[in-house]
């Protein structure tokens, strides 16, 4: 149903009231009175929104007219509706002021009724019209807000799939599986997970970025990459440059998942003592994405069949990375590791 319009009539003559009353009672509106301006600021605070427009009386004792209007126009959220003066004040300087201060009408007493009938009227119009289309226009932004926080996200979500589906294609000219970078993503984020000083944000950067981490191997001659015994020294140096190599191609983004991979690939193969590569990095000066990966990594290689080794039993692997806590692998991560050992190992068992 839609009310009326609701009309504030403020005068200090009663009498004054009731003609105006009278005569807009033509078109249905709802009304409700004040004496003097102190009385109308107080109905027009208590509830704002009930108000479609205010028919102002200038002269009255205490607030005149002209102050209760400039009270009206500072206040945000009461300021839009509409106010018509109606007044005996017939000057030129109180009609310009009456303006000035925001009145959208000014109607001189003695009056004609369907003057008065008409003006209230087309400024009524006015305000619905205005008030309809501020609606509608916040409605419009805040779908189009939507809209494009929706295409954001399904662009980022694109985006990670195509991360994965790349590892996946790289690890399969390799003799890894889409499956190991799928396991290696899983296990990093359940690491990041469970340390004190990485968060979900970590997290998401962790699953999304370390299937990246041997996409160097895509640089290294397949006879190399696909040799069925030991390499020897020189390629083994060669081997190596798949870290670095990655990291010339990666590091040059600004994206945030692509540094971060750039990292992981450059320093997955770091070790805690320092006797890793490529850059045989220490302690806490590897990045602690690259120690992540780097205890995740070998977890699921040798808890996976190789073309160069069999796959171990999980007792054994698991045994491997604890005895290897601080000299290959950061110790706060074994420690994790160990607490939440049933995690990771379903993790190395999932399919
Ligand atoms: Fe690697
Ligand atoms: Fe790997």
């Known amino acids: 149903m839609i009310k009326n319009s609701r009309i504030l009539i403020v005068d200090d003559v009663v009498d004054n009231i009731r003609v ?30 009930q ?6 009386d200038i002269m009255m004792p205490g607030m005149t007219g002209f102050d209760v209007c400039q009270k009206l126009k500072s206040t945000p959220g009461i300021q839009d509706i509409p106010i018509i003066f109606l007044t005996a004040k017939v000057d030129v300087d109180s009609v310009t002021n009456g303006f000035q201060l925001g009145g959208v009408d000014y109607i001189t007493k003695p009056f004609h009724p369907s003057e008065l009938l008409v003006r209230v009227k ?6 619905h019209a205005k008030q309809l289309l501020k609606k509608n226009n916040i409605d419009l932004q805040t779908k189009a807000k939507f809209e494009v926080r929706r295409l954001l996200s399904e662009l980022e979500d694109s985006q990670k799939e195509m991360i994965f589906i790349l590892a996946e294609l790289m690890e399969a000219t390799s003799d890894e599986t889409g499956k190991h970078i799928k396991r290696v993503a899983e296990s990093s984020a359940l690491l ?32 190399i990459l696909h040799k069925a015994g030991r390499y020897t020294e020189d390629e083994f140096l060669i081997m190596q440059k798949h870290t670095s190599n990655a990291y010339g191609l990666l590091s040059h983004s600004d994206r945030k998942l692509i540094k971060a991979a750039a990292i992981i690939a450059h320093e997955h193969h770091e070790k805690w003592n320092g006797k890793g590569y490529p850059q045989g990095l220490k302690g806490a000066d590897i990045h602690i994405y690259g120690r992540v990966v780097a205890l995740t990594d070998v977890f699921d290689a040798l808890t996976h069949k190789r073309h160069y080794k069999d796959a171990w039993e999980i007792d054994d692997a698991v045994k491997y990375i604890i ?7 950061d110790p706060e991560l074994v420690d994790i590791f160990k607490e939440h050992l049933n995690e990771f190992i379903a993790i190395a068992m999932s399919k």
């Open 192 to 223: 990041a997970k469970y340390h004190p000083c990485l968060n979900e944000d970590d997290m998401d950067t962790l699953y999304h970025a370390s299937p990246m981490h041997d996409i160097g191997k895509m640089t290294i001659p397949l006879g």
């Open 122 to 127: 087309t400024h009524l119009d006015l305000y």
């Open 51 to 56: 108000f479609d427009l205010i028919l102002l």
């Open 323 to 329: 005895e290897h806590r601080e000299t290959q692998f």
């Open 20 to 49: 105006a009353m009278n005569i807009l009672k033509e078109d249905n509106y709802d009304f409700s009175f004040a004496h003097n301006g102190a009385e109308a600021l107080r109905l027009i605070f208590e509830e704002p929104e």
